[in-house]
């Protein structure tokens, strides 16, 4: 079987002082996921012909997520990606389909977790 690997972020915004890569996740069990993705993307950016003549602006990354997850939010803090939390218009009926733990953000035992990253900090 063929198969065709593409890499695409969702969104690159070009302002004047940096490059913006933006990759967005709906379900919890992808945020890690989508965290990985936008660090190869933040990557590429460098080795893209059509953003050569843009650099050397600094590349920044904004992981866009329906649901507050502090583990995720910690571990994209350490790799100095922004996140952003925003739930689209449809997100009520899409939860309706997902699993329940594709819409819990956090384990309750992972809390001690980011009490103990925090502050260690």
């Known amino acids: 079987m063929l198969r065709v ?3 695409w972020a969702d969104a690159v915004v070009i302002q004047p002082g940096v490059i913006t890569v933006v990759e967005a996740k709906l379900r919890a ?9 936008l660090q190869l993307y933040m990557h590429l950016v ?5 953003f050569k003549p843009l650099m050397p602006r600094p590349v920044a990354g904004r992981l866009v997520i329906p649901i507050a ?3 995720v939010e910690l571990i994209a803090r350490q790799n100095h990606i922004d996140v952003a939390t925003y739930k689209p218009s449809f997100w009520n009926e899409y939860t309706t389909i997902l699993q329940p733990r594709q819409t819990r953000s956090i384990r309750p035992e992972e809390t001690s977790l980011i009490s103990a990253k925090a502050g260690g900090s």
């Open 46 to 50: 460098a080795h893209t012909p059509e």
């Open 5 to 7: 690997r593409m890499r």
């Open 69 to 71: 997850d502090p583990v």
């Open 29 to 37: 069990s992808e945020f890690l996921k989508g965290l990985g993705e």
